[in-house]
């Protein structure tokens, strides 16, 4: 069983990138107690599920599905043209988390979660 | 332009959504009428729709001319027909509540109108990624119209609301990334058969099935995953909440019905025994933990949404049993469900404007004085308990014969006991209202409250009781219409 | 039998329900209002009535809302059984109204629009439950009973009554979830709920464990409501509630439909033979008969006159559930008889429970030396309905013991009838002295009665099964004298709002004074219900062929397949 598993190590290391930034990202949201923070750790868990998605697509040898260069093995387009959509998705979201974050530091001047939490339930 | 029906319905709202952001321009006032007018065409035609799929069956449409499993499909049958119909009544209703109680910026109505569209797409969709797109355009324009509250609460509450969204609404990308990686489609029919070649008990679709229905569940708010729930429904204005408590939640337990039958299908829950049971006892633990928190909790509006917690594990249980009973059960309660809950939160609107009050210990003794709300209240409460004849009651009574069917007593057990719960925090609500002292001076809710209330309130809060109790009557249309899509979907 | 579709049975419920928002909408025409109530109680006694002759001749009438829940109905079937209660619930409504209207005034209530509201509402549920042609819709109205109740039990609206109101919901609802449980479990069984003289014949082919459950929970689930023990606690505490509550709903209609249920169980759902067969028989028959004879021995020690009544209730509905179990032919004829003879009897006895409440603010039974004089009729009326609830000939309550015991004889059953004859005697125990104080003490002489405190008997401060008063007579004559402190342990409602200047109970410094025997001790709207109610339970007494309840109870029993009359 060890060959395969370093075979893996070896051909699959997209995927650790992918758990990598999944993991950063899940924690960022968790522990970070600025608001700012949490909203990037947001992007850097989105940006793991986009990096599966295009890895995904990818195959050895394969050619970008242009059909204008002749023929051959064409990684997917599929994945991309849906992360496309999500990349637009996620910009979406992040920008209306950061205008609420803008509108909750003018009024409470912080952006401190825990700060926050004591002023919101005063 | 019969054919065309289920793309028109998502087009329709989000061209009107941008009509009150063009026309601000020159007036500040225009998205009322506008949202008022795309939202009764938009209802006229889920009627039409409704009306199509019961006469003739299955609609489906491929949009732009490309033909699944390669183009998008929208396919709409009894179940998300009923869901369609569902979203226009309710849009219109909430807007007869808006109109006076506001938010009144043409912006507010430009996301009003996003977020019709966003659940009409998600209803209509058949296209896992396509439904990922609507679901985070439900999100987006959810977000953005629980900020609109004038209280800065309510965008610390909106901020909460998305970042746990978009996690869930990511999983679920996460999973249908698996459920790509497994079958190379995303048409819900295609992959309904591409996952059963795969295989079952293969990790890759069974990652995908942990992860799509972890990510929608996050959405549906079952408990522990309900946390932003109480926040954004407690500080939103009362036009949202009413608008958000009755669809969202509700076309997200949808989506998930979708995936259990159109995707994984029946067969992936018996050949899968503990991914049925871990959906079900998720499902049992809402009931129970949702009602203890409603019960603990004291201001009304924060029960209400602990209630939805524990409706949808009700709804969710329904659906997981997967009997064809227990879908209609579950159906019947999800379209009941968002009818009282909605209303239950009108009426707390109405008598929080007309009293003041918005505790359960404010409560007491109001009922004499705002008459017309509280007795819808208390209709809509024990329509929610599940007295007969209320439609409340019929989605119980489906959901808990479809589980002795099923044989899963423990389920029938916290069934049974859900009605007990729900009646512990909704009685000494209702006797509160009838039976106590005020607490309230009069002179003190005028001045403190003091917004008036109008007769489009009052109407939607009485139309909500009315409802409540006449849908039970809708009930075996309903059930007509879900046997002629549900057998195959189940596939008896 | 015959089925004939007709839309009298839905009449029959819904014109009271309709009367709701009249009703409610007459707020300040408190005449015109009664005028309503009254209308329409004479007018759901005369539909119901109209159905009287052709039920005797063998028809029944039918009528469906259409196809409801998968292979289920909601219909209304107005049978000998269901109509035997709707008549007695509808007969007894117009007696309560006038009373009501009496009792009501008397006391200048609050909220007597919601009062008689609610009160229509209630029987328009309760014939809903006689009439149901399935459990399904027996259980619609079931909770529907329960749910338009519950204002009149809070109807104080003081912290006791809320409790109280609480505490109803929790058992009623509770209740009604068992019943829910076991109508899923005999439609899962055999795919129908619709009552069948006889019994299901799916049920008798089905899992014997599975239909034991089934029977379990639907006999738990209206015992709640019949107030078979251990489930037997809100109906004391309800008493709370104004006392025509307590007459009409707390000793007839409510309780009635829990036992009702269980008629309806044991005849209609399982049927006596099944029934035997899968053993069920012996424990009903046993926790009834624990319950009879249990709830008496509670009542002796009740100095409260409403719950010593409440528990001569637990102990007499337990009677009929009694007589149910013992699937015998008379013995069945006896308990439903006893339905119609417990109700004008117990309802006799509230509503002078109730004259005396409003014309001397007297609830203890210890304070009652002597009250002969003041309410002559009264009393008398109360002695001729204590008389027939232990059973002495010429009253009511004698007929359908006679059928029990014999029954129970003939069942086999020694220890029921035992059971039977023993309850009887405490009935005596625990209602004589009563009547005797009243007519031959005086306040300032009498012995004290054998109120019986401690388990064991004695006296002691320990009370359970309700806060027994454990005041001795003599110092709360003396607290009764000095009005200003207020009785803590006061049940019955006196309207908060007057509760510190109003006299406390008993009789007046000066002793009772003395009124005529033509009605000078209360008004006709009170003292008018009460002789109706004692008159009918002599006429049921006298001649039971006569009044009809005894010729429907005899039809329901002889067209039971397998029962021997």
């Not at chain 3, 109530?37 to 005369?46: C, E, I």
């Not at chain 3, 309905?385 to 002495?392: E, F, K, T, W």
Request: hydrophobic share 55%; charged share 10%; glycine share 10%.
């Amino acid at each position: 069983m060890i060959p395969l598993q370093l075979d893996l190590l070896t051909t699959h290391y997209n995927y650790y990138a992918v758990v990598l930034l999944l993991g950063i990202g899940l924690y960022m949201l968790v522990e970070s107690a600025n608001l700012v923070k949490k909203v990037i750790g947001m992007n850097v868990f989105q940006t793991g599920i986009f990096l599966f998605f295009i890895t995904l697509a990818y195959r050895t040898g394969g050619n970008p599905p242009v059909i204008t260069d002749g023929g051959g093995p064409y990684v997917s387009p599929l994945p991309h043209v849906l992360i496309l959509t999500a990349i637009v998705v996620g910009v979406s979201l992040t920008a209306v988390a950061l205008a609420l974050i803008v509108r909750i530091y003018a009024e409470y001047g912080t952006l401190d979660e825990d700060t926050l939490e004591q002023l919101y339930y005063d | 332009m019969i054919e065309h029906l289920p793309v028109l319905l998502v087009v329709l709202p989000i061209v009107g959504g941008t009509v009150p952001l063009v026309a601000s321009l020159f007036t500040d006032r225009a998205g009322w009428p506008v949202a008022t007018l795309t939202v009764f065409v938009h209802a006229v035609l889920a009627g039409l729709l409704g009306w199509t799929v019961w006469t003739e069956g299955v609609v489906s449409y491929a949009v732009g001319g490309f033909a699944a499993p390669y183009g998008i499909e929208l396919v709409v049958d009894g179940l998300s027909a009923s869901v369609v119909v569902l979203v226009g009544v309710v849009a219109l209703g909430v807007l007869a509540y808006a109109r006076h109680a506001g938010p009144h910026s043409n912006a507010f109505y430009s996301q009003y109108l996003l977020l019709v569209t966003g659940l009409t797409g998600m209803t209509v969709t058949g296209d896992v990624f396509n439904l990922y797109v609507f679901l985070e355009i439900t999100g987006l324009a959810a977000y953005g119209l629980v900020a609109s509250g004038r209280e800065a609460s309510s965008a610390v509450a909106a901020l909460k609301y998305l970042i746990i969204g978009t996690v869930g609404a990511s999983l679920y990308l996460l999973g249908v990334g698996y459920a790509l990686a497994a079958t190379g489609t995303l048409n819900m029919t295609d992959l309904a058969d591409k996952l059963a070649a795969v295989g079952y008990d293969s990790t890759l679709v069974l990652t995908a099935f942990g992860l799509m229905v972890g990510g929608l569940t996050v959405k549906v708010a079952l408990f522990p995953l309900h946390t932003w729930q109480p926040d954004a429904y407690a500080n939103a204005p009362d036009s949202v909440s009413a608008f958000i408590s009755a669809l969202v939640s509700t076309v997200s337990a949808y989506a998930l019905a979708r995936l259990l039958f159109s995707v994984f299908t029946v067969e992936f829950l018996e050949a899968v025994p503990g991914a049925r049971w871990a959906l079900l006892t998720l499902a049992s633990v809402s009931i129970v933990a949702g009602s203890a928190l409603a019960v603990s909790q004291n201001s009304v509006q924060r029960m209400l949404a602990y209630s939805s917690v524990s409706q949808f594990g009700l709804v969710i249980a329904g659906f997981t049993v997967a009997t064809p009973i227990a879908v209609v059960g579950a159906t019947v309660h999800l379209l009941g469900h968002a009818v009282m809950k909605g209303g239950l939160f009108a009426a707390s609107g109405v008598i929080e404007r007309e009293t003041g009050a918005t505790t359960v210990g404010g409560y007491a003794g109001m009922a004499a004085r705002a008459p017309v709300a509280a007795g819808s209240f208390a209709v809509l409460a024990l329509a929610m308990v599940g007295v007969p004849p209320a439609v409340g009651f019929v989605g119980k009574w489906y959901i808990v014969v479809g589980a002795v069917e099923a044989g899963v007593w423990p389920v029938v057990a916290v069934l049974l006991a859900s009605t007990l719960l729900t009646l512990a925090y909704f009685a000494r609500l209702v006797e509160r209202l009838y039976f106590a002292e005020p607490t309230i001076r009069e002179e003190a809710a005028v001045a403190d409250g003091g917004a008036s209330v109008s007769t489009g309130m009052i109407a939607v809060v009485v139309v909500a009781a009315v409802l409540a109790v006449a849908l039970t009557a809708a009930v075996p249309a309903l059930e007509q219409v879900l046997e002629q899509t549900l057998p195959p979907l189940l596939n008896q | 039998m015959t089925d004939v579709a007709s839309i009298r049975p839905l009449l029959a419920v819904l014109v009271s329900a309709v009367a709701i928002p009249i009703i409610l909408s007459l707020k300040g025409r408190p005449n015109v209002r009664e005028g309503v109530t009254l209308t329409v109680a004479a007018a759901k006694f005369a539909i119901v009535a109209s159905m009287v002759p052709g039920v005797l001749s063998g028809t029944v009438y039918v009528f469906s809302f259409g196809q409801f829940a998968t292979g289920i109905q909601l219909a209304l079937r107005a049978d000998p059984l269901g109509l035997l209660f709707a008549a007695l619930a509808s007969l007894l409504w117009i007696v309560t109204s006038f009373y009501s209207i009496g009792y009501m005034r008397g006391l200048d209530e609050h909220a007597q629009t919601r009062y008689f509201a609610s009160f229509a509402a209630s029987l328009a549920s309760a014939v809903g439950v006689a009439f149901s042609a399935n459990l399904l819709t027996l259980f619609v109205f079931y909770e529907l009973l329960t749910v338009s109740t519950y204002p009149l039990v809070t109807h104080d609206e003081t912290d006791e009554a809320r409790a109280a109101g609480r505490k109803y919901l929790a058992y009623t609802f509770g209740g009604g979830v068992a019943v829910l449980g076991g109508t899923v479990l005999v439609f899962f069984l055999t795919g129908t709920t619709a009552f069948t003289p006889g019994g299901i014949e799916a049920l008798a082919t089905a899992d014997p464990t599975l239909a034991r459950a089934a029977f379990a929970l639907l006999a738990a689930g209206f015992g709640v409501k019949a107030a078979l023990m251990p489930v037997h606690s809100w109906l004391p505490d309800a008493m709370v509630a104004p006392t025509p509550v307590s007459g009409l709903l707390h000793a007839v209609a409510v309780v009635k439909s829990g036992v009702f249920g269980i008629a309806r169980l044991v005849l209609d759902v399982y049927g006596t033979d099944l029934m035997s067969d899968l053993g069920v028989d012996l424990p009903l028959a046993a926790v009834a008969a624990f319950t009879l004879l249990t709830a008496s021995v509670i009542a002796l020690r009740q100095d409260n006159l409403k719950r010593r009544l409440a528990y001569s209730t637990i102990s007499q509905l337990s009677y009929i559930v009694l007589g149910l179990a013992l699937l015998e032919g008379q013995a069945l004829v006896g308990g439903l008889l006893h339905i119609p003879a417990h109700a004008f009897m117990k309802l006799t006895l509230f509503f002078c429970a109730g004259a005396i409440h409003v014309e001397t603010h007297t609830d203890d039974i210890s304070d009652m030396a002597g009250i002969g004089t003041r309410m002559p009729l009264t009393m008398a009326a109360f002695a001729v309905a204590s008389a027939g609830m232990a059973g002495i000939p010429l009253v009511a309550g004698f007929v359908s013991k006679w059928y029990l015991v014999i029954g129970a004889l003939e069942g086999g059953g020694l220890v029921f009838a035992a059971a039977l004859l023993v309850s009887g005697v405490l009935n005596i125990a625990y209602f004589w002295p009563i009547v005797y104080q009243a007519y031959f003490e005086s306040p300032e002489s009498h012995d004290e009665k054998p109120l019986v405190e401690a388990v064991l008997g004695g006296r002691s401060v320990r009370a359970d099964g309700g806060d027994a008063e454990t005041v001795d007579p003599e110092t709360e004559e003396a607290a009764a004298d000095d009005d200003e402190v207020p009785d803590p342990q006061h049940i019955d409602h006196l309207g908060k709002h007057r509760e510190d200047v109003e006299h406390h109970g008993g009789p007046p410094a000066s002793g009772w004074d003395q009124r005529n025997w033509r009605g000078a001790e209360s008004t006709w709207f009170m003292l008018g219900p009460i002789l109706t109610a004692a008159t009918l339970s002599l006429l049921l007494g006298i001649v039971p062929r006569g009044v009809v309840f005894l010729r429907i109870v005899e039809t329901i029993v002889g067209s039971l397949p397998g029962v021997v009359l």
